[in-house]
């Protein structure tokens, strides 16, 4: 069973950091994509930053370019969101999520966009909120 444990979230205040970790289990594809998608109150949700398994090749968001970094920790089985600088249009629920197509990093690097329904398994969110 495939199974995404995101935590880390919290209360930061504005400019501050948090680090989410997304560990995965379940599965053994050899290429595959980790993303944080972001839902915040009264709004759908987004795509913010995903990781490619076989290259660590990763794509972000305009809006958290230069302030997020996405990293992967094989040996832990454990994808990472460094979130520096935070704002508090950043206030959301964090989703970890794992596309199993081979190449799905490509398809968000070529579309410039995460596409949700390529997503085939997701974590339960944890929530960030980054108070002005």
């Known amino acids: 069973e495939v199974q995404l444990q995101a935590s880390g979230g919290g209360l930061v205040q504005n400019g501050g950091s948090l680090r989410l970790s997304c560990t995965a289990s379940?599965?053994?594809?050899?290429?595959?994509?980790i993303g944080w998608f972001r839902q915040a109150p009264g709004k759908e949700r987004d795509g913010v930053t995903c990781i490619g398994s076989s290259d660590s090749s990763t794509w972000y968001a305009d809006s958290v370019k230069g302030r997020f970094t996405i990293s992967c920790d094989n040996a832990k089985n454990t994808v990472y969101l460094q979130m520096n600088s935070l704002k508090p249009e950043d206030t959301a629920l964090y989703y970890c999520?794992?596309?199993?197509?081979?190449?799905?990093?490509?398809?968000?690097?070529?579309?410039?966009?995460?596409?949700?329904?390529?997503?085939?398994?997701w974590g339960q969110g944890t929530l960030v909120t980054v108070s002005s």
């Open positions: 379940g599965f053994t594809f050899e290429d595959y994509t």
């Open positions: 999520a794992v596309d199993l197509h081979p190449g799905g990093i490509s398809t968000a690097q070529v579309l410039g966009v995460m596409t949700e329904g390529w997503y085939d398994y």
